[in-house]
């Protein structure tokens, strides 16, 4: 089954704990992103790749990094979680690289005390 | 910086109600306009519009963008309950931003039988 996979689904973490968030997909698709959404701001893009080894950052990348070093992997990295990152986090993927047919994660819910 | 407006931020209607919902938009080097419908999980891509004045329609939802004025409405006729949902605009651009996404806040549609 194509999806995009992100583990945990759920994580409760302390400030200043180092943690990863995984992605996965299992559709070769070249473009992968990471979102975060809290109430009333919609969605925000964190970082983007276009290919691996390729990334770039997105509107708030503060905080987080990203790497691609296999075309199926996309790991969201907090190196010193701050309350202000407690969020909704969703990775998503597309065929090329063009963003509309974006296949999207179950996403992930970081809660950081 | 790019910018995405949607409006209005929450509507409640019954079923069998029309609604609109709106989208203005800057950004350098418009590529495309995105439409996403989120319930309770990720969002699921409706339309992309990158013509102007052209309606892409799917059942009783459709949409067209006007880039003249920087905007983009999605019509829902005969809303149904299923509709209820949060949804969501996003812009994306050429050149250097090429990849990134810039959502809006996202309207939250509540339909009541």
């Known amino acids: 089954e194509a999806q995009v996979t992100q583990n945990p689904r759920y994580l409760i973490t302390v400030t200043g704990k180092k943690l990863t968030v995984t992605c996965s997909q299992n559709m070769n698709h070249e473009y992968m992103s990471w979102y975060r959404q809290d109430p009333g701001l919609g969605l925000r893009q964190i970082y983007y790749s276009m290919n691996v080894e390729v990334t770039d950052k997105g509107d708030v990348p503060e905080g987080y990094k990203v790497s691609r070093k296999e075309k199926r992997n996309f790991p969201l990295i907090l190196e010193s979680p701050s309350p202000n990152q407690t969020s909704l986090y969703f990775c998503?993927?597309?065929?090329?690289?063009?963003?509309?047919?974006?296949?999207f994660g179950p996403g992930t819910r970081l809660t950081v005390t | 910086e790019d910018k995405v407006v949607q409006s209005p931020l929450s509507l409640v209607v019954h079923e069998g109600d029309t609604v609109t919902l709106n989208c203005s938009y800057e950004v350098t080097n418009f590529r495309s306009l995105l439409w996403y419908k989120q319930e309770k999980k990720a969002p699921t891509f409706l339309f992309m519009l990158?013509?102007?004045?052209i309606e892409k329609k799917s059942g009783r939802l459709s949409s067209i963008l006007d880039k003249k004025e920087l905007f983009s409405i999605l019509n829902i006729t005969a809303t149904q309950t299923g509709d209820s949902a949060v949804y969501l605009c996003a812009v994306e651009a050429w050149g250097t931003s090429y990849g990134k996404l810039t959502f809006g806040q996202g309207t939250i549609l509540t339909v009541h039988p």
């Open positions: 998503a993927s597309s065929p090329r690289v063009t963003t509309y047919e974006q296949y």
């Open positions: 990158t013509s102007s004045g």
